[in-house]
């Protein structure tokens, strides 16, 4: 028996309480959420006032009754999981399913994993606050009655086996929308004009001044007239303005900025970030990683000077605290930053490393002195024309916090942060340049969305909160709605003019622009999937109105409005929608005519089907013809929304015959799970670097040699007497595979030496048995 029974969310977390607790204290873990809504009629009694109906999930049924047993036999039961909306619920299942006396349980919150705050929190227990849960609560059931009920209408008007949800659909939206605008967008051309001047530096040495022309020339023509009228000019320095400015720090981390700041930084992305985060938090390094309050603590801050003063002299230090200024944000939290200030490092993997590196830097620079700088504006009349040359240079005389910590941003032409020293000019002086060049430059698209920048735009736009958007841009993705991925970019022509010794050259030369690094981009069935429902579900799919929901949230949590009247008003018009949508709408494919096939006349279209997006060549249901329509599938890369009738054509010219190997026939087509080649009845995947259109035979053979390969290092041993028996090589090592199920091989045994009865032996234990999955929060 035990007296203090402590209950956390993850074993992690436990064992490093349970460093802080002494021998009378037990801390154990309920891996995540013990109960979730039954899958059956929703687990939302509508009629009862949309009253939940919980389950213990099946994996947790272990735990559950473990913590009973121990439950009942302490004196106290002490909730410790997180202490947002969220672990606020975990709390509450935890009282309700394991039938705690009220009496004698605590509820304690704390922001940090240290001993003197877990100490405090046990000094300070509180009961649990069920308006943190009926916001939980709210949200939950909302996102369980918009899936539940806009899912099958996507089964029956799109395609089977889809889903829906209130904010991920809202986040598909952003993604298509910008997708479309860059689609619509349409290109222009300017002339930008550089020179480089020579100057004298202060040894009396010609040095290089680089200046670019106030106006930018719309054609060919007029950039040439102007390096026309260069020819012999005078060049005066008509002014030099020097002013001082400064550059003060960012706050210190919320959840959206971290996450922001890792993917630019470090490369993570918005999932990597929580989990390292996460991690963090649980062995003790950092405060709670889930907040959107830029906050710190009276005890950071002074001890965030100290490590200043002692790093970098007094000079560097100046005490800030930041206010929140985004919706619901809770000033009682704090920003998310080291427990102790004075570490600049932690042990652990590299990424923990690395990310906590981040999070002090920027902690500590948040608490340092503004940069103070120079900048100095150069303008350089020509005596042949009115336009003017623009040299501008910024020097750091002071670097303050840049000594520790650069904000970086999402302008892809935001790069260098560096000093530009201009040579000590002055007004009225006569200089002459080296060179000038007038390049044709091309407006650019807006940009695709980084994780990074779709965190930003949702935040901006008030959908979602902290613990939201990690989730949010995983599902998205694991749904098959939006990819992130890179693309390769294309190659244009430009013009070149530049005016050297009185002379003109001009060049035409190429250059790769468009290249897409970590993108996220809509699919076909995304894009169709967004239309559908942004025609017929204008409500949940309109930003305003999920931001709005975000904001009721927020009035629940505070206890201004019950959760149930807020549902009720919600559901209504929600489900009539849902009504009206399953009786009127028309079925959508995303269906687009691209032209008439030359040689039969036909009709060539794509759309989405079953399996996804396919060409058709011909007419479904035509009566006056018996010939079916025939079917291609897209090959990756292609969408529906810009294949070209050309492009749709060739695949008609598939399954494509290369030749033959070994006495059979190989052939290349495309399938449902994309490109392939088929040889004596098997089968070999085609890699992104080939086409099926284009493949030759030899390079077919090299695939079906090293898919043969594979299968060969793939089977350790077989047995004559017990042909379904196999020693396989696995991802993670070597197993048995018996009757289609497979059998872990214990340590240190050789499985190449493996007799058949020692497999059998093996396959007497049984299967090893699952681990119980955790649930994200």
Partial sequence: MVDNLVIVESPAKAKTIEKFLGKDFLVKSSFGHIRDLEKKDFGVDIENDFKPRYTISSDKKAVVSELKKLAKEAKIVWLASDEDREGEAIAWHLLEALNLDEKKTRRIVFHEITKPAIQEAIKNPRTIDKNLVNAQQARRVLDRLVGFEVSPVLWKKVKPQLSAGRVQSVAVRLIVEREREILDFKTTSSYRVNALFLADDENGQKVQLKAELNKRFNSRDEAYSFLEKCKGATFNVDDVVKKPAKRSPAPP???????????????????????????????????????????????????????????????????????????????????????????????????????YELIWKRSIASQMSDAQLEKTNVNIGISSTNEKFVASGEVVKFDGFLKVYFESTDDEEEKNNGDTLLPPIKKDDVISFNS???????????????????????????????????????????????????????????????????????????????????????????????????????????????????????????????????????????????????????????????????????????????????????????????????????????????????????????????????????????????????????????????????????????????????DRKAVIKTFDEEPELKVLNGRWGPYISFNKKNYKIPKGTEAENLTLDECKKIIEKGPAPKKPKRKKK
Avoid: C
Avoid at 271 to 276: G, L, Y
Avoid at 497 to 522: A, D
């Fill in 253 to 355: 981390f919320t959840t959206s900025t971290l996450q922001q700041e890792a993917s630019r930084k470090l490369g993570f992305s918005v999932a990597q970030t929580m989990s390292v985060a996460q991690r963090l938090y649980e062995a003790g390094k950092i405060t709670y990683m889930r907040t959107d309050s830029v906050n710190l603590s009276s005890l950071a801050i002074n001890t965030a000077k100290a490590k200043i003063n002692n790093l970098y002299g007094e000079k560097y230090s100046k005490t800030r605290q930041f206010k929140t200024n985004s919706k619901g944000a809770q000033e009682a939290h704090e920003a998310i930053r080291p427990t102790y200030m004075e570490n600049d490092s932690v042990s652990g993997t590299k990424q923990e490393q690395r990310l």
């Fill in 436 to 710: 000038i060049s007038a390049a044709q430059r091309f407006s650019q698209r807006p940009p695709r969305y980084t994780e990074a920048s779709l965190v930003k735009k949702l935040e901006e736009q008030g959908i979602g909160r902290p613990s939201t958007y990690a989730p949010i841009i995983t599902t998205i993705q694991n749904r098959g709605y939006v990819v992130k991925e890179d693309r390769p970019g294309s190659e244009r022509e430009f013009i070149s003019l530049t005016l050297e010794k009185e002379k003109i050259n001009e060049q035409i030369l190429k250059e790769n622009y468009g290249y897409e690094r970590s993108k996220l981009f809509p699919t076909d069935i995304g894009m169709v999937v967004n239309d559908f429902l942004v025609k017929n579900f204008d409500m949940i799919m309109d930003y305003n109105f999920t931001a709005k929901v975000e904001e009721q949230f927020d009035i629940i949590a505070e206890g201004k409005e019950e959760w149930e009247k807020m549902l009720k008003t919600f559901y209504k018009p929600f489900h009539k929608q849902v009504e009206e949508t399953l009786e009127i709408s028309e079925k959508a494919n995303g269906e687009r005519i691209l032209g008439d096939d030359p040689q039969t006349g036909k009709p060539i279209s794509v759309k989405i089907g079953r399996y996804g997006p396919l060409a058709q060549l011909g007419e479904t249901g035509d009566a006056e013809s018996d010939e079916k329509p025939k079917f291609a599938s897209l090959q990756p890369g292609m969408s529906i929304g810009t294949i070209t009738l050309e492009e749709a054509l060739d695949l008609f010219k598939l399954p494509r015959e290369l030749g033959e190997y070994e006495g059979k026939k190989v052939t290349a087509a495309i399938g449902r799970f994309g490109p392939y080649i088929r040889h004596d009845n098997k089968f070999v995947s085609i890699g992104k670097d080939d086409s099926p259109l284009t493949i030759a035979l030899e390079n077919a053979i090299e695939l079906i040699e090293a898919k043969r390969e594979k």
